[in-house]
Structures are given as structure tokens and as C-alpha cells.
């Protein structure tokens, strides 16, 4: 009997973790401080620092199932979903991963133990082909010679791309830094499927499937081009899960693997489709995954860079399901069905499932109206065809603005006689793609990045004054053994009680100081790897490494901090309080001033709840609550409750904040020792920072003090102009409003008796042009405003065949405004003729075909402007 998925997920991390490999969970879907990827695509994405040697961590072996979503960015195989076996926009990447440790024999002796060996995934060895980069002897021999496959089935992969290194078996991060050789892993379904092996001409067919690419991290290239040796070479790996179970469980397609098949099945049943092999069906149970994970990692859809992406993931599928006769509303009933196939992957899931089921049911709502609004667009495209094919750029507009299918617009097109421009429309596609390319920063420079291997000891929880020595000084970004007056440059001790950047907490300020009064200000205080580095100017003396100073961190400005950085665990607590346990933070920033907090929530929190939370908050500050720390296993802070960051990596132990119970969270930063020390807890501002995420501004302490007391002399000010007190201000402003509304209606009435004298006066300076009605004047100390008003007074005098030109003149500036009646706009338009009297008086200007305006600036050009409207005018009638 095959093994689930389930069974061959767990299998996997079971083997690895008997080879010494730490299992790691996956990260978010949302790369964590990383702007070069749209989504997390490879399961080496959270391990990316650690091989570019700018992080440590406390294991050199690691294992992990990642979950990955491609369908946009730099890798996006969307269009492909659902019409082949084996690509999804959402699918689980198996990896393990070496730091150092150990290099291709041992990767390449795990893959094959793992594959064949009769106790774990039993492959046939005969079943199994590998290729290695050309020139990778040491991969070739290793397969040959140590694992026992014939040469046969090695196959060599060279430079296939145009250019050196850019091959199928060469793998990079980037155009620079890590690179190296790959060994691809194949497995042959046999002579009855179609298809060659890897590297030939035939390679795109079903027989020989990659199920395994072992990465094998060894370079690192410079930005112009050369090779240079890592000093720890690496293996990253990726197997995708639904592959391998295909293979397990001898089906030739991921669709039929056991989750798939329940999934589809499921679908059919609530669309009410019998049909259970049709590919529409495929494309929905893809989708549904990819749009529940991302939702459940805090993506809404919305118009914007990865909302966009949920957006058209979910209106390709439920424009799917309505071709297969769908019902409305169907595609949110889909999360319970996708939670019980997913087995335990689905755990994560079920605690949100109302929010999830919630944001697809509103969104398949907005998408039956956005479909129903490009069945109009396109029905008014076609009656305004002149010819007999719809442009490639309308069906790019209605493709990629309002999710149509192109094979439905060809549907529709082909029922009326009419054609479509198909080259046209991938011509635009190509320029989408493109754009999406130029959008991303893919091409960071790692290669000339610093490398710091030096250790810093943090002592500032307990001491804002140490003596230290200097272990390490750069200037310019170069290595020196002294800092003279004047410079600027970057400082590292062995041990410091300056916090440095993290957890949203800006770094510490302050002076390092020597015996001999050399000073050094820091302006701020970072964390490369494991060194702490004071960034800074070097005020007066000199510095050399090997020094003995002190470390004095700026105590007002820590204190400030502190008191902000515990108001933002009170916040969130009490927003998981008031709003509920979907809350969870995106992110923060915490200084001496203000804090900043954002979080997961889909809507505007109104202004009584916010004073809800407020009050909450500043409870808690007055219960002053004591500020606990302790250092435990990572697991054990889980379960007594403490909130993780999901984007972020913890060690085996962590530092756990707990204040009195109400708020537990893992937290590096520093804080106040109880929560009376706050004083005070002020909101600022609640706002959107991006679609599905609030962000709350708040202050803390004097500050607090200080923004309720501008706020109240701002009131008092605003009392004393309007002549009240505070508690009438609301009623006296109200009144001013009418008041004002009540001037201003009455002074709307006297323009618009203005502008029917003005219009009646004018109707005789009218002169006729073959048949036209031509007025044409210009009004002195006339606000502009007021030419919109007798124009249309006009046009309802004169009715047809009337051209109206009339101009102003307010502050130096020339305003200008044309009509047209309707029956003259196939000889005249409007916007035509505004722009010809616009560049005589150097002004800009248009409009429609029958009414426009513009402004100019020189003011003696326009008597000639107005006046050449005369002449101009027959030559448009000839």
C-alpha cells in the first residue's frame, strides 16, 4: 500500500532529522526583510543570510517542508496551472540544507539512501536517471563511482543558456553571490510515456520527471563575473512534495495524488459537476490552497503588488467554476474541504477559517460584478470595430483588468465573424511580464557586501555604562586599526550595553569615551551576525583597536524606549482582546518618540473601539503590572502562550516577557520593570499601512503629556477665534458651517444671474459662417468659474450649429473655454480647437469633443488668438 502524503511528508523530515538535522517549521509566505522576492518560492529563503554568511545559527544541519507560491514576480507559473501534471502557483518544497558541514558526498549519499532504500521511499535504482553541471567531475565521479549508477544515466548539463554559468545545472541567488553546481535527480516512468531524457531535444515529455535538485553552494560570484571560492561551502536541496508523492504513489500526474483527489472530488461536489477529470476542476484545487495560505499569512486582495496576485488567483478560479455552472458564492465553501485534505498542514488553517471563508466570499461578490462590467467593455468594443479583428490590447485590458479568459472572448468573437489578435495580446503579456521584471530588485550586489565574524556581548539589559575593548574599527567600509577626529565610521566591542537594531526597536545612542578624553558619538547601533557595531563620527582624539573605553549609552532616550517598546506588547494584547485572536503583528517601529504598530485586520477600527483599547492599556498601566523575563527552551515559551513573530527565526532558547499575565511574548528588546513606569498611553493615529494590515500610531510617558497638551492649546486657540468656550465649540462651529453654506448658496444664486445677463447681452455679438453660429469675446474681470455657467446658458439659447469661444482674464492668467454643439463635431472638436488657440497665448488645455477649456499666460497674444478664429474656421469646412 502507497504511502499519503501526509505519511511522505513526515517520512522525509524523519529521516533527515536521524542524519542530524535540526527541522525547522515553515516561514511565512511573505519573505521576511526581503524586498528581491514577491513571495516565498524555495525553501532556502529564510536560510538565505545564513548562506551569505551574514547570520548564524546555533545548527549547521537543517531540515524543513516550505511552503512556496509561485504565480508571480520572477517566477510565476500561473498560466500553466491546471493545464499540465505538474505545476502549481501553491505547492510544499522538501529540503535539507548544510551550512558548512557537509558538501556533495554526503548530500548526494542521503538523496539515494532516502530514494532507495527499502525502509524509506524504495525506489527502483534502475528507474533512476541525474545530470550534473558539464564540468562538475567531482559530482560525476561521486554517482558513478561511490553510488553505482551507470554513466549511462549521468548525464552532463552545460552553459544551455547563452552564456557561462547560465545552465540548468547552475544555480544562483542572484547575477552575484552564492552560486554553484546542481545535480538534478530524475525518475523514468517507462517506454509506455512519452518523452526523452533530460538535456535532449525530446526532454519536455512525462517519462523522465526531476523530482530532486541538490544544490551544491561553492562560489561566489563577483559583479564581474569571476569565480571566487565560499569559504564554507554549502548544499541547499528542493523536492517538491506533490512530485514525489506522484511517484509514490505511481500516478503520472500531481492531480491524482491522494489530496488532490479528495480535494477535486469535493470541489465537484459543491459546484455540482460529475465531470471529475475536467482541467477547470484542477486549476480551482490549486488555487483554493495558494488563496487560503496567502490569506492566512496576511495577504487581502487589493490591486497592489502580492494582493494583485491573490486577487487573480481568486477570479481565475471562480471564473473556472462558473464555466463548470458553479453557483454564486461557491469558492469560499471550498476552505473546509481544503483543511481536511491537507491532513496536518491544515492545523494551520483551522484558526482562521472564518476570516479566510469571509475575504473570498466578498471577493467572489466584487468578482461577479467585475466580470458583468467586462461583458459590457466588451460588448461596446465590438460595436465600435471598424474592422474584422478585436485588438491584442483590448484583450490584454479585459485578460488582465477584469480576469476574462481569452478562449471566451474568442468564443464570443468567433460567433459574430470576428477575429482576434492574438500576437497582439501576447505582445502585451510580454510587456506585463517585463514590467513585473523591471519592478522587482532582483540585482543586488552581494559580493561586495562586508563580512564580519566577530562576536559582541550584549550587557545592556542590566548597565547603561561598561568598559569595553575595541575588537574592530571600519571607516569607508575598509578594516583599520585607528579612527582619527572627524571620521566617520563604524566601531565594535567585545561587549556593549548599546541595544542594537531589532524587533522594530531603533538602536541605542551615546558616546564611547577613553582616559584621554577621545570621544566617539554614536548615532546608531546595528547587529551584523553575532558583532554589535556603534555607527558614528569620531568627535575629538583617536581611537585604536585594542582600546580600553567606556561605553555610555544615552539614558533619557533608552528610557523613552523602553516605555514604548512595553506600550506596544500592552497594545497588542489588547487588540487580540477587544478585536480577536487573528491579530497578529506585521510589523513595528519603536523609538523615543512615538510607537508604531502594525497588525492583521481587515477593516477600519472605528473610533469607540479605539478608545476601547486605549482604555485598556492605560488599565494595565495602572495596575503596574511587574515587567518578568526568563530564558527558556523555545518550545516550552510556545506552550505556556507566548506570541512569536511567524516571519522571524528563534534559536533553541528565548527570551520570554511576560507582564502579569496579560501579555507573553518572546521579545529581545529592553523595557520598563513594570508597567506603572509607562505613565501614560496615548493613541495618535489608527490607519491603513497595506491592504488587510492596520497600523496604529501611539506615544507614551511625557510624550503623551506633551501631544494632549498641544492638542488642548491648539482647542484653546481655536475658542478664542471663533469667541466660545470649549464646550460650545462643537455648536459654534457648526453654526459657522451653516453660515457659510447659506453665504455661499447665495452666492452660487448671484453668479447664476450673473451669467444669464451676462449670456443675454452676449447672444447678439453671434455672427454666422456658412451656417455657423460663431461667438466668439472676451470678458474683462470675470472669474473663470463663471465662463462654465454662460456657456451652458448659451447652448440651450442657440441650440445647434453654434460655436462658443469665450476668455477671461484673472491675476495675470488666461482662461479659456470652447463649445461645440453635437452636429458640428464631425468638422469641429472642441478639444481640437482649444489646443490651437492654447499654443498661440502659451497655455495648455483640453477637453471633449464638445467642450473644453485651457489656461494661458501671454495675455497680449490673445486679441490675435480670438480673432483668428474667423479665418480658421472655412478652411475646416472645404
Given at each position: 500500500m502507497s504511502k499519503s502524503t501526509a505519511e511522505i511528508r513526515q517520512a522525509f523530515l524523519d529521516f533527515f532529522q536521524n542524519k542530524g538535522h535540526k527541522i525547522i517549521n515553515s516561514s511565512s509566505l511573505v519573505p521576511a526583510h526581503d524586498k528581491t522576492l514577491l513571495f516565498t518560492n524555495a525553501g532556502m529563503n529564510q536560510f538565505k543570510n545564513v548562506f551569505l554568511g551574514q547570520e548564524k545559527r546555533t545548527y549547521t544541519r537543517a531540515t524543513s517542508v516550505q511552503r512556496c507560491v509561485r504565480a508571480g514576480g520572477k517566477h510565476n507559473d500561473l498560466e500553466k496551472v491546471g493545464y499540465t501534471s505538474r505545476h502549481h502557483t501553491f505547492f510544499e518544497m522538501l529540503g535539507n540544507f548544510s551550512f558548512g558541514d557537509y558538501f556533495k558526498k554526503e548530500a548526494i549519499s542521503f538523496a539515494w539512501e532516502l530514494l532507495t532504500s527499502p525502509q524509506w521511499f524504495a525506489l527502483p535504482k534502475d528507474k533512476l536517471w541525474v545530470t550534473v553541471y558539464a564540468t562538475d567531475d567531482e559530482s560525476f565521479n561521486i554517482w558513478e563511482k561511490e553510488i553505482g549508477i551507470p554513466p549511462i544515466r549521468i548525464i552532463r548539463i552545460g552553459d544551455n543558456k547563452g552564456a557561462p554559468y547560465l545552465s540548468d545545472n547552475f544555480w544562483q541567488m542572484s547575477e552575484t553571490g552564492p552560486c554553484g553546481p546542481c545535480s538534478e535527480i530524475f525518475f523514468d516512468h517507462g517506454e509506455d510515456v512519452f518523452g526523452d531524457p533530460p538535456g535532449s531535444l525530446g526532454e519536455e515529455g512525462d517519462r523522465y520527471i526531476e523530482i530532486w535538485n541538490l544544490v551544491f553552494m561553492q562560489f561566489n560570484r563577483q559583479s564581474n563575473g569571476s569565480m571566487l571560492p565560499l569559504p564554507q561551502p554549502s548544499v541547499d536541496t528542493g523536492m517538491g512534495l506533490e512530485r514525489i508523492t506522484a511517484v509514490l504513489q505511481d500516478v503520472n500526474s500531481n492531480y491524482n495524488i491522494d489530496i488532490f483527489k479528495e480535494l477535486i472530488q469535493s470541489i465537484a461536489q459543491v459546484i455540482g459537476t460529475t465531470d471529475l477529470k475536467n482541467k477547470s476542476l484542477h486549476v480551482i484545487a490549486d488555487h483554493i490552497r495558494a488563496c487560503a495560505f496567502l490569506i492566512a499569512d496576511g495577504i487581502l486582495p487589493s490591486n497592489e503588488n502580492r494582493s494583485y496576485v491573490l486577487r487573480r488567483l481568486i477570479r481565475r478560479a471562480v471564473r473556472?467554476?462558473?464555466?463548470?455552472?458553479?453557483?454564486?458564492?461557491?469558492?469560499?465553501?471550498?476552505?473546509?474541504?481544503?483543511?481536511?485534505?491537507?491532513?496536518?498542514?491544515?492545523?494551520?488553517?483551522?484558526?482562521?477559517?472564518?476570516?479566510?471563508?469571509?475575504?473570498?466570499?466578498?471577493?467572489?461578490?466584487?468578482?461577479?460584478k467585475t466580470l458583468e462590467k467586462g461583458l459590457i467593455i466588451l460588448e461596446t468594443e465590438l460595436n465600435r470595430l471598424s474592422g474584422d479583428t478585436l485588438q491584442g490590447d483590448i484583450l490584454f485590458r479585459l485578460y488582465d483588468t477584469f480576469g476574462f479568459p481569452i478562449e471566451l472572448i474568442e468564443d464570443i468573437c468567433r460567433n459574430r465573424g470576428l477575429k482576434v489578435d492574438k500576437y497582439g495580446f501576447l505582445h502585451e503579456m510580454k510587456k506585463q511580464r517585463q514590467r513585473s521584471r523591471n519592478a522587482s530588485n532582483f540585482h543586488i550586489d552581494y559580493s561586495n557586501q562586508l563580512f564580519i565574524n566577530h562576536t559582541s556581548e550584549f550587557k545592556g539589559y542590566k548597565c547603561l555604562t561598561l568598559h569595553a575593548i575595541i575588537i574592530l574599527i571600519i571607516v569607508n567600509g575598509k578594516i583599520v586599526d585607528t579612527i582619527c577626529a572627524g571620521q566617520n565610521g563604524i566601531i565594535i566591542l567585545e561587549s556593549t550595553p548599546f541595544y542594537p537594531e531589532g524587533g522594530g526597536q531603533i538602536g541605542d545612542s551615546g558616546q564611547l569615551k577613553s582616559h584621554n578624553n577621545a570621544c566617539f558619538t554614536v548615532n546608531d547601533t546595528k547587529k551584523y551576525n553575532k558583532a554589535i557595531s556603534h555607527h558614528g563620527t569620531m568627535k575629538n582624539g583617536i581611537f585604536n583597536k585594542g582600546d580600553d573605553i567606556i561605553a555610555q549609552v544615552c539614558q533619557e532616550k533608552r528610557k523613552r524606549i523602553c516605555l514604548n517598546h512595553s506600550a506596544t506588547h500592552l497594545l497588542q494584547a489588547s487588540l487580540r482582546l477587544l478585536l480577536g485572536k487573528h491579530v497578529s503583528q506585521k510589523g513595528s517601529f519603536i523609538n523615543d518618540k512615538i510607537l508604531r504598530f502594525d497588525f492583521s485586520h481587515h477593516q477600519v477600527i472605528n473610533k469607540e473601539d479605539l478608545r476601547k483599547i486605549e482604555m485598556i492599556v492605560n488599565k494595565q498601566i495602572r495596575y503596574n503590572l511587574p515587567v518578568e523575563v526568563n530564558t527558556m527552551e523555545l518550545e516550552k515559551a510556545i506552550s505556556r502562550g507566548a506570541m512569536a513573530l511567524f516571519s522571524e527565526t528563534y534559536g533553541k532558547y528565548v527570551r520570554v516577557l511576560e507582564m502579569g499575565g496579560f501579555s507573553v511574548e518572546l521579545c529581545g528588546g529592553t523595557h520598563v520593570e513594570h508597567t506603572g513606569n509607562i505613565g501614560l498611553f496615548h493613541i495618535i493615529s489608527e490607519s491603513s499601512a497595506a491592504s488587510g494590515i492596520r497600523r496604529i500610531e501611539a506615544t507614551t510617558g511625557e510624550e503623551a503629556l506633551f501631544y494632549i497638551y498641544q492638542k488642548n492649546d491648539i482647542l484653546t486657540e481655536l475658542c478664542q477665534l471663533v469667541k466660545t468656550n470649549q464646550c460650545q465649540i462643537k455648536n459654534k462651529v457648526q453654526t459657522l458651517i451653516k453660515q457659510k453654506n447659506t453665504v455661499e448658496k447665495n452666492l452660487n444664486k448671484i453668479k447664476f444671474q450673473q451669467a444669464v445677463q451676462k449670456s443675454k447681452l452676449l447672444r447678439n455679438k453671434a455672427i454666422k459662417i456658412k451656417n455657423i453660429q460663431l461667438l466668439v469675446d472676451h470678458l474683462e474681470y470675470l472669474e473663470p468659474e463663471m465662463l462654465r455657467l454662460i456657456v451652458d446658458h448659451l447652448k440651450n439659447y442657440f441650440s445647434s450649429s453654434t460655436i462658443i469661444i469665450l476668455s477671461t482674464v484673472i491675476n495675470n492668467k488666461i482662461s479659456l473655454i470652447v463649445s461645440v454643439s453635437l452636429d458640428l463635431t464631425k468638422n469641429f472638436k472642441a478639444s481640437d480647437l482649444i489646443k490651437t488657440l492654447a499654443q498661440q497665448v502659451n497655455g495648455k488645455g483640453g477637453g471633449s469633443q464638445q467642450l473644453a477649456q485651457a489656461y494661458g499666460l501671454n495675455i497680449q497674444a490673445l486679441p490675435m488668438a480670438l480673432s483668428s478664429i474667423k479665418e480658421w474656421i472655412p478652411t475646416q469646412l472645404k
Open positions: 473556472h467554476g462558473y464555466d463548470l455552472g458553479a453557483p454564486k458564492n461557491f469558492f469560499f465553501k471550498l476552505i473546509d474541504p481544503l483543511i481536511h485534505a491537507m491532513g496536518p498542514v491544515g492545523h494551520d488553517l483551522r484558526h482562521q477559517k472564518k476570516r479566510i471563508e469571509s475575504v473570498l466570499k466578498i471577493e467572489e461578490e466584487q468578482c461577479s
